[in-house]
């Protein structure tokens, strides 16, 4: 099967609070989408229901407190980009939901349906210190039946929340490596584990 074969639904999901995610998570959507019927969508809009849909998710998010952010974490990532006088913006719209919450809601997969997990976190300490997103992600989607496509992935912000140099670059590199292993599983068939 040729390289430009489309693997039929694919969601990217995110959750972000000042930016750095959903630059991310686009990213990785431009590297999907010429093998896929892709969706990018936030996880305050995602419908759980749909995502077993998907032959393949990606999710992202923040690290907040070691792993993912809740309610708490949230308010306090609100009243930090209150205080910024504007170099900050708040994007998350409902702080009482997030992809915490949504992984919560997520059916168990009633088909083979692969997934990869990937986080931004604080480049100033290493992950033993900061904890992942990914990992806790790459955890709960798993326990729901769900198949790893790839290891988590971390993806690094400086103190202001912004990505650092080459992260933009690093995501499109990790798309480009999913990709791959997607058309690896297309050729195998969706039905079997892509190769390790």
Known sequence: MSGTATLSRVV??????????????????????????????????????ELVQAAFIVAGAPTHAFGLSS???RKEARATAERSHGDL????ADVSHGLR?????LPRASKPTYFAAFSTRSAKAQRLFTG?????????IR?????????PHDFLVDASHRLIDRQLLDAAEWGQH??????LGRERQLGQRPPG
Do not use: K
């Open 143 to 151: 326990a729901a039946g769900y198949l790893p496509l790839s290891p």
């Open 101 to 105: 919450e949504l992984l919560r809601a």
């Open 12 to 49: 990217v999901l995110y959750e972000s609070m000042f930016g750095a995610t959903r630059h991310v998570a686009a990213t990785i959507a431009d590297q999907l989408r010429p093998f896929a019927e892709l969706t990018l969508v936030d996880a305050a809009d995602a419908d759980p229901a």
């Open 71 to 73: 309610e708490t974490t």
């Open 89 to 92: 913006v708040f994007e998350w």
């Open 178 to 183: 999913l990709a791959s292993r997607l058309n």
């Open 132 to 140: 992942s997103a990914a990992r806790r992600i790459d955890r709960d």
